[in-house]
């Protein structure tokens, strides 16, 4: 098919045809047009896995580790195959378009959806999207940029106007997305958010750059629901809104176009970008299949993405464990039956499995030595909701629960059994008034259970009949994320009786602009602190080694809100103490999505981040804390020790700006600016060996248009074969422009057995040594010395040299005028 097939189906096409196909058709799904041959297009989420359209635990899918997570392996070809995975999984589900990768970064640590983008350096931001990207499109599943741009938090991300200079939007903000133009991505997600007064939907950033000056040929699509106007968007390079039907294009587009308010060129070109989104999809008649490569061993790859991505922050020796000194092991914590393995919002994906930290380790162990838990005290989290580990139906006693949904006399229209009591997505036939969901539910403990019901407008919950929640609760925000996928709701005490049955009903009255999302959950009677706190003392000391795996819950990470605090929640910092005073042998596996505080890191004799790691979590656990895989992960993100010493901590509006007045010197740019020493710097992790930095050599001079390629010899000194990241940053000595104190420009990744030296390249760009010059529009050079550090993180270089810029000729003599070097 031709390069001008996508122009000659657009000439076909009357204006009202036109204008149909630029809204969604239904909330996953653009429109089709048969008269060009185009079908339906189908999104979905897909930063953690690929859901599909639907939100129903029956339809599983494959769960990948968290996007830091995937960062932290610093391993683009790693993450390419992850990407490929993600494309099968799409295929298999129909699915065309997959809305990842998440670009924006990591600016504060509170960032409540931290989780789900890469890093804080937009430069390597840059290559592991470009990476994932790769992977998808290969496949023939479009991959999406998203969310253009500075949508790096939550905190009323709605219609929060982020003020941020040119500068810093060129060099920081918008150059993750340059790179996934220069990678060939399809599509691009222009996010909620305000930049410098102007909704991005309608923002000319859209145009320039995206479009004219990057060459961006593909489709720039609205977040979902983000469109709110019509003329000023449909004349911004907006091409898609999402979803549909309806909105501020179906409504009043086809009129604007008719009174000149909007050019036929512009209708036009949105148009020819769409069909030619179909032709590369497969979507488009006559368009050649997407090629599609070997089927992927999913779980192996998920395993060996968690291993590579796990960052041992410290280690006294304890790692690996050797089995032969173990007879008994301790592993301690909630986490570790329960982890954490995947973000909250709308990226969640239900997987077939999840291995838990204590059945990987069983399964390792194998019966080899005795393996025992204990949970620590209670987190404080809201209660779960129910699942079929808990409750029967109350018809077939199938495990779950019953869904019923009523009309307005109460006359059952319909019911399923269901597996959970999070229900987002019911269906929803005519007449329709009430959705039920009701569970028998045999406690395990006895004594104050807490009910919860999730949901909006009138709602009502008893147990056996006596009423605990009937009340009407008011819809009090527009967020999709929270309407739809984690809606609040009140909760209610009630004693129950060990192993003695209650019927627990819920129903919530369906209202216009409320959704159907609908969440019943029950938690039992917690243990008192103190008894916890002793059964996990007690547990590490009859062990040889302890495992304690905290983290943080569904609540303080997820898209939605940003967190207020880096502490982990509950008593966890107790329980780590605790075990620590009764077993010298403690290892600390931390599994959160973002930095947290971590007062006992010196106090314990390892500490391993896992992140967020999807269904393999506990299999990939096990390879580490055995050996069996060395923890290849650095930190893609600066770690504080407290939550005060970083520089950026705020994501809230004031007066609903959120200025970004750190302006270039975004993360480890920023604890270099101001002097202070982290807990764990960018860059940062260790193997299970240990590595000399021996040499450097750089060109002496390098022409600014062009890169050059820095030169290290590291030797493994330690006693087994591993993995090092040589990392290389740039510095500005003298500098007549504002630069960072030092910022990354390269790194690669060499193998060594014990006793062995390895030379490594790596390539600096040309754009690494160049700024956004505003008053030039333009990149620009600085000749000049520029030193070259080498080391493996932000805060360990022990390796310069230096290479001298040679400018273009006029260049060299308005820098001399300026300030010499």
Not at 84 to 92: D, F, H, I, P, V
Not at 183 to 201: E, I, L
Not at 546 to 566: K, N, W, Y
């Amino acid at each position: 098919m031709s390069d001008e097939e996508p122009d000659r189906l657009t000439d076909k096409l009357s204006p009202r045809q036109k204008i149909r196909l630029l809204t969604g058709g239904t909330t996953w799904r653009t429109r089709a047009e048969p008269a060009v041959g185009l079908s339906e297009v189908v999104t979905s989420d897909g930063p953690a896995g690929v859901r599909g359209e639907a939100w129903d635990e029956r339809l599983t899918s494959v769960l990948l580790p968290s996007a830091s997570a995937l960062a932290a392996a610093w391993d683009e070809q790693l993450v390419e195959r992850v990407g490929g995975l993600l494309a099968e999984e799409a295929r298999g589900k129909g699915v065309h378009v997959v809305l990842a990768p998440n670009l924006n970064l990591h600016r504060s640590p509170l960032a409540g959806r931290h989780f789900e983008c890469f890093s804080e350096d937009p430069w390597l931001v840059g290559r592991i999207g470009a990476a994932l990207i790769r992977g998808l499109q290969a496949e023939g599943v479009a991959a999406t940029a998203k969310h253009l741009v500075a949508n790096d938090s939550e905190t009323g991300r709605l219609t929060v106007d982020v003020r941020v200079d040119e500068r810093t939007l060129r060099e920081v903000c918008l150059a993750p997305f340059e790179a996934a133009v220069d990678a060939g991505v399809w599509a691009v997600m222009a996010g909620y958010n305000r930049v410098n007064g102007t909704t991005m939907t309608a923002s000319s950033l859209l145009d320039h750059p995206l479009k004219d000056e990057w060459g961006f040929d593909g489709v720039v699509m609205s977040d979902w629901g983000a469109l709110r106007t019509a003329v000023d968007t449909a004349n911004a390079a907006l091409d898609l809104a999402m979803p549909g039907p309806g909105g501020p294009w179906d409504d009043t587009l086809a009129d604007a176009l008719a009174a000149g308010h909007v050019p036929q060129s512009v209708i036009d070109d949105k148009v020819r970008r769409l069909i030619l989104l179909g032709q590369r999809v497969g979507a488009l008649d006559g368009a050649p299949a997407p090629r599609r490569r070997t089927t992927t061993d999913a779980r192996r790859l998920l395993r060996r993405a968690v291993t590579s991505g796990a960052v041992l922050l410290s280690n006294n020796g304890v790692l690996p464990l050797r089995e032969g000194d173990l007879s008994t092991l301790a592993v301690i914590g909630t986490h570790a039956v329960a982890p954490r393995v995947q973000g909250g919002g709308s990226a969640g994906v239900f997987p077939e499995r999840v291995v838990t930290p204590l059945d990987g380790i069983r399964e390792r162990v194998g019966g080899r030595a005795r393996v025992v838990h204990a949970p620590g005290p209670d987190l404080g989290a809201p209660p779960a909701p129910l699942g079929p580990r808990d409750c029967a139906d109350p018809r077939s006693g199938a495990p779950g629960v019953l869904l019923r949904m009523l009309d307005a006399d109460g006359n059952e229209l319909y019911t399923e059994h269901r597996g959970s009591g999070r229900l987002l997505e019911p269906d929803v036939p005519d007449g329709a008034h009430t959705v039920e969901i009701s569970a028998l539910l045999t406690p395990e403990a006895g004594g104050v259970w807490e009910f919860g019901l999730g949901g909006f407008g009138r709602m009502s919950l008893t147990v056996d009949g006596r009423s605990l929640i009937d009340s009407t609760y008011p819809r009090r925000t527009d967020d999709p994320a929270v309407v739809h996928v984690t809606p609040p709701g009140p909760t209610a005490r009630h004693p129950l009786a060990a192993e003695v049955p209650v019927l627990v009903v819920a129903r919530r009255e369906l209202a216009p602009g409320t959704g159907r999302a609908t969440v019943l959950t029950a938690a039992p009677p917690a243990r008192s602190d103190a008894d916890a706190l002793a059964d996990a003392v007690a547990a590490a000391r009859s062990a040889d080694a302890a495992i304690v795996v905290v983290g943080t819950t569904d609540g303080s990470e997820s898209e939605g809100h940003d967190r207020t605090t880096l502490a982990l929640p509950g008593r966890q910092d107790d329980l780590v103490r605790a075990v620590a005073a009764a077993n010298p042998r403690t290892v600390v596996v931390v599994n959160s999505g973002g930095p947290v505080e971590l007062p006992w890191r010196d106090e314990v004799d390892a500490v391993l981040l896992t992140w967020l790691p999807g269904q393999e979590a506990g299999g990939a656990l096990a390879d580490i804390l055995f050996g069996d895989a060395e923890p290849g992960g650095r930190l893609p993100t600066t770690w504080p020790a407290r939550l005060a010493d970083a520089p950026v901590s705020t994501t809230r509006p004031v007066e609903g700006r959120l200025t970004y007045d750190e302006g270039i010197h975004v993360g480890h740019r920023g604890w270099l600016r101001t002097g202070r020493t982290p807990a764990y710097w960018f860059g940062h992790g260790l193997g299970y060996t240990t590595w000399e930095y021996e040499s450097v050599v750089a060109p002496d001079t390098v022409d600014e248009d062009g890169g050059f390629t820095v030169r290290a010899l590291v030797r493994n000194t330690g006693e087994r074969r591993g993995r090092e990241v040589v990392q290389v940053y740039l510095s500005r000595p003298g500098s007549a422009v504002e630069r960072p104190v030092r910022w990354l420009a390269g790194y690669a990744a060499v193998h060594a057995g014990p006793g062995e030296s390895v030379r490594v390249d790596v390539p600096v760009a040309a754009r690494s040594l160049r700024h956004w010059s505003v008053e030039r529009q333009e990149w620009a050079g600085q000749p000049g010395p520029f030193t070259v550090h080498v080391g493996r993180s932000a805060g360990d270089l022990p390796l310069t040299t230096r290479v001298r810029v040679a400018g273009r000729p006029q260049e060299s003599a308005l820098c001399a005028l300026r300030r010499p070097d």
